[in-house]
């Protein structure tokens, strides 16, 4: 698994597109995010954004692409007569583009909290960074199940982009006080709600908490279930 985490990830340096979708367009969107937070009715949700804008960028949309890739140049199809299994193959895989997110969101992270205040619950904003993190993957292995190429992902992986990015935009310009049911219900929204709560108090009921964390929880059931169910290795024709 480890080798093929290593090769994956010279990969996408070398591809223009996965690198750009992986590295270039997140740390851009998030560098945005934080230069424009005052212009948020509710400041504490720049955190929010940035995780949510730039996971299902650097995660989503680029773990799709590079499965996508894989497949069609019968790569996966190779790797399956190895000795590694099924899981080892998609972890090497979607490792790169996860970790490589992850470093981009700290930073940002750590550079919002320079100019907007440390977040009061750091273990509440980790947990929604690390929910994010598996949303994404998970619904990165649905999403390639249905994509025959790197091309095709640019237009698969828009749908649940706009609606993850539009959730979170749509609750940090309105909150949660009205509808809350119907936006803490759309995929991204729970993850945010965890970063921006964590941000802004000290402490959260333990049902709110719990909410969040199970709606992410199915969501990410869900993704993962369908994932397995119709995920193919071999070329889509």
Not at 10 to 17: D, F, T, V
Not at 63 to 68: E, F, I, K, V, Y
Request: overall charge positive.
């Amino acid at each position: 698994m480890f080798e093929i985490a290593a090769m994956e990830l010279r990969s996408i340096l070398r591809n223009k597109l996965v690198a750009a979708c992986a590295v270039l367009l997140p740390l851009a969107i998030g560098v945005f995010i934080v230069l424009t937070q005052d212009r948020l009715p509710l400041p504490a949700s720049a955190g929010g954004l940035v995780v949510v804008f730039m996971q299902a960028m650097g995660i989503y949309v680029a773990g799709t692409t590079t499965l996508a890739g894989r497949r069609q140049t019968l790569y996966l199809k190779r790797l399956r007569t190895t000795r590694v299994s099924d899981f080892g193959i998609l972890a090497g895989l979607l490792a790169p583009v996860a970790i490589l997110s992850l470093l981009q969101v700290v930073v940002v992270l750590v550079a919002l909290s320079f100019s907007a205040g440390a977040p009061d619950n750091p273990l509440i904003v980790a947990a929604g960074v690390v929910s994010g993190v598996a949303l994404f993957l998970a619904f990165a292995l649905l999403t390639a199940a249905r994509t025959g190429s790197p091309e095709q992902a640019q237009i698969t992986t828009f749908p649940l982009f706009l609606i993850a990015s539009g959730a979170a935009t749509w609750v940090a310009i309105t909150g949660t006080g009205d509808l809350e049911a119907i936006k803490l219900a759309l995929p991204g929204s729970a993850a945010f709600q965890l970063i921006a709560d964590g941000w802004s108090s000290s402490g959260l009921e333990v049902v709110r908490l719990g909410t969040l964390i199970a709606i992410n929880l199915a969501w990410i059931l869900i993704a993962a279930l369908g994932a397995k169910v119709i995920f193919r290795w071999e070329p889509r024709s």
